[in-house]
């Protein structure tokens, strides 16, 4: 199995460094458009794999034809948001740099699924979905996972135990949880804790300047389901194309992740409320998709 990274950064290097200690890989590949940041992780993963008594072949660098043959490739690349910098000119630039990533694995690993984290999330993956025209399935995103993990941890904090919850929508704002098909033991106050599961990734940024190792984990719990054909149902997004009533555009719904990539979309019976707020991140996006030209 061949995993590759486009985006060596801090969610890219974590992400491989998760993926290394869980995974049985036989080639990881890195590529950043800064060569030496690509290069000196994939030598300080190659120590660390060999440091765990396992071995894969770990190279880096800025040439993309080192992806040629991976089953898989992360996208990680592109900009945070800078002083100054408004959403829209984040957005215009990070998709800027999807058309480049989609060009290079188009013309160098045509064949490999593609797993989109770079934000704003739902919008990249419709870029990089459309920049490919691959098909659906192969072009995925990671949002959703990683706000329901986020929501699990809020759910713990106050005292309750989630048995089975998850998050929908963008993986912004307009996120929402369908309490309707919630499972939590525990009196615990649901609306708190998904109010708070929206602000929490800022007040982790505020502190510490980036998040990366809840993504870095919700990144491998995806790749494993792939590489390994695991069929587990995980929040992710997806071009819809009809499902839930929506179409043309990119947005978290749970989804069974198998050797295909997105195997199937999960329709739930949502009730009325849900529907109008999956709607609503839709009609958000799409809004933001055509800022955008698309
Ligand atoms: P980072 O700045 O540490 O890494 C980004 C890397 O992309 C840099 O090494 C940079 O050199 C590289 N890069 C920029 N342009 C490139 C290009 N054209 N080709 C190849 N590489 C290029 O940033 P970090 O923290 O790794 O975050 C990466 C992205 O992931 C950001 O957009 C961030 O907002 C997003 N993110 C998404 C999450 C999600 O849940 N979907 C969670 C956390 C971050």
Redesign the pocket.
């Known amino acids: 199995m061949k995993l590759g990274f ?7 290097s974590t992400t491989a460094f998760t993926c290394i200690q869980h995974l049985d890989l036989d080639e990881v590949v890195l ?4 060569e030496d ?1 690509a290069v000196g992780e994939a030598m300080d993963l190659s120590h660390a794999i060999v440091g765990l008594d396992k071995y894969a072949k770990i190279v880096g660098g800025s040439d993309y034809s080192l992806l040629k043959g991976c089953d898989l490739i992360v996208v ?5 948001r800078k002083p100054g910098m408004t959403r829209l000119d984040l957005a215009k630039k ?1 998709a800027e ?1 999807m058309r ?2 989609a060009k290079n694995i188009v013309k160098h690993a045509s064949d490999s699924k593609i797993l989109v ?3 704003p ?1 739902d919008v990249m993956t419709y870029v990089m979905w459309k920049e490919t025209g691959k098909d659906r399935r192969e072009v995925f ?3 959703s996972l ?1 706000d329901t993990v986020r929501l699990k941890e809020r759910i713990i904090a106050l005292g309750g135990k989630p048995r089975r919850i998850f998050m929908m929508g963008e ?1 912004g704002d307009s996120m929402f949880c369908p309490k309707s098909l919630a499972e939590v033991e525990g009196e615990v106050d649901l609306d708190r804790a998904i109010e708070e599961t929206r602000g929490v990734a800022m007040e982790v940024i505020k502190r510490k300047g ?3 190792y809840a ?1 870095a984990v ?1 990144i491998y719990r995806m790749v494993k389901a792939v590489l390994e054909d695991t069929k587990e149902e995980i929040p992710t997004s997806v071009v819809l194309q009809g499902e839930y009533g929506i179409s043309d555009v990119a947005l978290g719904v749970p989804a069974i992740l198998g050797r295909d990539g997105v195997e199937r979309i999960v329709e739930y019976d949502l009730t009325d409320e849900e529907k109008a707020m999956l709607m609503k991140s839709a009609e958000i996006l799409k809004e933001r998709l055509k800022e955008l030209g698309y």
Request: glycine share 18%.
């Open positions: 486009v985006g060596a950064g801090r969610i890219g590529v950043d458009i800064v940041l990680s690349a592109g900009l945070a990070n740099i480049s990533v984290v770079t934000n999330l995103g990671m949002g990683l993986h980036a998040t990366f993504p919700c």
